[in-house]
């Protein structure tokens, strides 16, 4: 069963950093702007977004379209 991380956590935009890239840690996650399934910047089990654009384990997330994606930070409810 897929967990649904919207009923847990609350998820507030944050900005990439100045390089352009992602910025990643224990409490950001990544938005999928395809299908706004939002994955783990670390991931310690496999995470995979709807439409796979995103796909992560092993604490590594990789992107298939970077410009598809919102980092985001995440707060528990
Ligand atoms: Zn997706």
Redesign the pocket.
């Known amino acids: 069963m897929k967990l649904d991380l919207r009923k847990i956590y609350r998820f507030d935009p944050i900005a990439r950093n100045a390089d352009g890239s992602l910025p990643s840690g224990g409490d950001i996650y990544y938005e999928?702007t395809?299908?706004k399934?939002v994955v783990s910047s670390v991931p310690h089990i496999v995470a995979r977004?709807?439409?796979?654009?995103?796909s992560g384990k092993g604490g590594k997330v990789e992107i298939t379209a970077p410009d598809k994606v919102n980092p985001v930070r995440g707060k528990l409810k």
Do not use: R
């Not at 977004?49 to 995103?54: A, D, P, V």
């Open positions: 999928c395809g299908c399934d977004c709807e439409c796979g654009n995103l």
